[in-house]
């Protein structure tokens, strides 16, 4: 069993930045994939950034290349999404889900676990 917390949500202005965090238990971190999705009220989750185990190799949605970036601390079993220039449309609850077996590119329904969520709320 995978358990998965995010921290680091909150308001800010467009144009501003936010890192979230997200702590992981159980399993070999080191090993599985990790990625951040988010949901908008009225909208399926969607993928933003992912990150392989051993090879740390990232994928990000289209949306937002070149502004977010995934990252991971292996000996702190955390992964991080640094976020930069931030638009209102960013606006969303950011999920991290761990998927034991893939890798960066991998579906969303790949991933088996998942963590409770943070809202990130960016304000025009």
């Known amino acids: 069993q995978v358990q998965l917390v995010e921290s680091g949500g909150g308001l800010v202005q467009a144009g501003g930045s936010l890192r979230l965090s997200c702590a992981a238990s159980?399993?070999?971190?080191?090993?599985?994939?990790l990625g951040w999705f988010r949901q908008a009220p009225g909208k399926e989750r969607e993928f933003v950034a992912a990150?392989?185990?051993?090879?740390?190799?990232?994928n990000y949605a289209d949306s937002v290349k070149g502004r977010f970036t995934i990252s991971r601390d292996n000996p702190k079993n955390t992964v991080y999404l640094q976020m930069n220039s931030l638009k209102p449309e960013d606006t969303a609850v950011y999920y991290c889900?761990?998927?034991?077996?893939?890798?960066?590119?991998?579906?969303?329904?790949?991933?088996?676990?998942w963590g409770q969520g943070t809202q990130v709320t960016v304000s025009s």
């Open positions: 990150i392989s185990g051993i090879s740390a190799s990232t």
């Open positions: 159980g399993g070999t971190f080191s090993r599985y994939a």
């Open positions: 889900g761990a998927n034991l077996y893939g890798s960066s590119r991998s579906p969303r329904e790949q991933y088996a676990y």
